[in-house]
Every structure is written in structure tokens, then in C-alpha cells.
């Protein structure tokens, strides 16, 4: 699958629009003796691994369940015991513990979404050359980031594969569909969420179609 | 193709180095503030790469484009981060940030025993190695501008 997701940022720099065209997170599931190897850590009300990678468990996967149970944030979620009490106390072993990457909260995007705005401003401020316009693209090996910005100040922006093609094109053509079912409905206002029935399904569509295009080039 | 600026910083945040080659704008903030902001960018840039991350990376973070410029980035185990500005034609230069690190800042600055770790590096060797080594690459410029 080409593209992982999209975010439309408005001006001041919060999310206005987030979809995830494909979001299939790894889970893995084990059985532990006591003690485990793995150091868990606490971040943001959730149980992560903060060291000690192992058999496909790597660093920054959250534990999502305890002998089938699922866990949320800290705790078992039917009786509601600590997570770290049950790993921390022998006589719980051989323990089964699930780990993955869980999908990331709405708050987390926002949060994401802001970051990311910030981190545009500051590339084109740090550039040897006059006139950088801010961050474009932003590669790792596992996928790459794409933002187009408009003259009035809304970033679109794409996670893509990084060697999916034609993502320049998708985000000007997302760009006109914003315009065309969200600006052009009189029912939204600049810079608030988007909820529009027909820019969602549009959206879709033209997402579908730049995928269909690239593996048709490749 | 060229290489606008190089900077080296150790896991502490301190810029243990910084040139320029071809460098046509200044930030309007003193070095030592463009540092920290180069530091903080880049330390928000890994954590925001993290969590964002559809799949697992292996290596993170690798490089930014904007429309001037492109930013290379290379960390070792170590927490050394080499950051190479250079424009656009440039293509993937990892292997060549990886050598800077181990043929010539281990050989000159870590196996130096004058050489302080986590100090800002004086030698002039270092330097004079690092240029010559950069001028032969085929990303440089090679006409004098």
C-alpha cells in the first residue's frame, strides 16, 4: 500500500483533517519466563518498551494485553490490576504478553500535527540559502512525508511509502478538492475540522487513484 | 552540486563543530543560538519521526528537502550527529557522512589524546582532513564561484 495517511493543517497550526488510508499496525504476541527482559517504561498513560528488543518486540511497542486480557493505558481492563504489578510478581509466570504499535490517539495527532508545524518554520529559518520555503519532504527508510503549502497557509500532507511516485500531484489535487467540497460548502468554516460527507469520499477517491497510477508506472 | 554547511554534535547537545562552504545567508541569530536551534530541530525531528511512523525504522530519520536546500542526517550508536546542508541535486549521502565519522573524526579527534570528548574540536588537523576530504568529493563544487 502506497499511502499510509494525510493531514490538512490549518494556518495557525492545528489539525483540521486526518485520514489513514492504511494503518495495519504489528502485534506480537509471547510467552515470558520470569524475569523478563524487556524494560517497560511509562509514557503518556501508556506501558512502552523502552529497552531490550527482542524476537520481533522492538523498541517502542506498547502492551496490549496480559494472558488475553486487553490492557488499557496501565491496567487489565476487566478487573482494572496494575499491568506492572502482575509482570513485576514471579508467581505470575509464564506470563503472555502482546506488544504492537497501537494506532495513534486524535490527541496525538493534533499534537503530531503541531509539532510538524513548528518543524516546517524552523527548516526555512536554519536555511544556507535566502528564501527556503519550509520543510517539503522528510524521508526515513520506513516511509516518507510530503507537505505542500499553500498561499494561504494550509499544509497538506502525506505519508507515503518512499517509493511511491506522483505524491506532488496528490496533494494539488487534494488541494482542489478541499476547495471544491469543503471552502465551496457553506457550511464550513476556514480553519475549523473538516466534516464534509463529499470531501471525505472524494478524498478517498483520488487517493485510490494515484496508488492505481503508481503500481501501473512501477 | 554542493555542500552548503557541516555541523557535528555529541549526544549532550554540544556542537562540537561547525564549518561552512558556500553559505549565502546568515540565520540572524548568533551561532551558538543557531546550534541549540539546529540541536532542538533536530532532536523534535527524530522524536516526531518516532511516534509518527506508520511501520518499524530501522534507521529513522535520514534527510529533509525544502525548496533551497537539503538537510543529511547520520547519528552513530554513539549519539554523534553529523548534519550536512547541501542543495538539491544531491542523492543519498549516508555513506559519505558514515565516513566522515570513521575515517576522520575517529582518526584525528577520538584516537587524539589532546583531543577532549564533548569539548568543541581545535585541532587543525581534524580540520585540514575534514576540507580536503570534502573538496574531493564529487559533490563539491569543483569551479571556484
Known amino acids: 500500500m502506497g499511502i499510509f495517511s494525510v493531514f490538512i493543517i490549518n494556518k495557525a497550526g492545528g489539525l483540521i483533517f ?11 504476541e509471547k510467552t515470558f519466563s520470569f524475569p523478563i527482559e524487556l524494560v517497560l517504561k511509562q509514557q503518556d498513560e501508556k506501558l512502552v518498551v523502552a529497552f531490550g528488543e527482542r524476537d520481533g518486540i522492538k523498541v517502542g511497542y506498547t502492551l496490549m494485553g496480559v494472558n ?5 493505558g496501565r491496567f487489565l481492563q476487566n478487573d482494572g490490576t496494575d499491568a506492572m504489578e502482575i509482570i513485576n510478581s514471579p508467581h505470575n509466570y509464564p506470563i503472555n504478553l502482546k506488544f504492537g504499535r497501537t494506532k495513534l490517539t486524535t490527541n496525538e495527532k493534533i499534537m503530531l500535527a503541531s509539532m510538524f508545524h513548528s518543524l516546517f518554520a524552523i527548516g526555512s529559518q536554519l536555511s544556507p540559502e535566502p528564501h527556503s520555503s519550509g520543510i517539503e519532504v522528510l524521508e ?19 505519508l507515503t ?3 511511491q511516485g506522483g505524491v506532488d500531484a ?38 485510490e487513484a494515484c496508488e492505481k497510477q503508481s503500481i501501473g508506472n512501477v | 552540486m554542493t555542500v552548503y554547511t557541516l555541523y557535528i554534535f555529541d549526544r549532550n547537545g554540544t556542537c562540537l563543530y561547525y564549518t561552512e562552504w558556500n553559505r549565502k545567508k546568515q540565520p540572524g541569530m548568533s551561532k551558538d543560538e543557531e546550534f541549540k536551534l539546529m540541536y532542538g530541530m533536530i532532536h523534535s525531528i527524530k522524536s516526531f519521526v518516532h511516534r509518527i511512523a506508520p511501520t518499524d525504522l530501522r534507521d529513522g530519520f535520514s534527510n529533509f528537502r525544502t525548496s533551497r536546500y537539503k538537510l543529511n542526517f547520520y547519528e552513530t550508536p554513539s549519539g554523534m550527529k553529523f548534519i550536512m546542508t547541501t542543495d538539491l541535486t544531491v542523492g543519498n549521502i549516508r555513506d559519505i557522512l558514515h565516513q566522515i565519522y570513521s575515517n576522520i573524526f575517529v582518526e ?7 583531543c577532549e570528548l564533548g569539548q568543541p574540536i581545535t585541532s587543525e588537523l581534524f580540520q585540514t582532513k575534514l576540507d580536503e576530504f570534502i573538496r574531493g568529493l564529487s559533490i563539491f563544487p569543483t569551479r571556484i564561484s
Open chain 1, 18 to 28: 486526518q485520514y489513514d488510508h492504511y494503518s495495519q499496525r504489528p502485534e506480537v
Open chain 1, 68 to 72: 488475553g486480557i486487553p490492557v488499557e
Open chain 1, 170 to 207: 496528490l496533494l494539488r489535487k487534494m488541494y482542489e478538492v478541499f476547495s471544491d467540497f469543503a471552502l465551496k460548502n457553506p457550511f464550513y468554516s476556514v480553519d475549523m475540522p473538516v466534516r464534509c460527507d463529499l470531501f471525505d469520499t472524494n478524498l478517498q477517491q483520488v487517493i
Open chain 1, 161 to 163: 511509502d518512499p517509493r
Open chain 1, 140 to 158: 526515513t527508510d520506513g516511509f516518507k512525508l510530503h507537505c505542500y503549502q499553500t498561499m494561504t497557509g494550509i499544509k497538506f500532507i502525506a
Open chain 2, 108 to 114: 584525528y579527534v577520538v584516537r587524539n589524546p589532546q
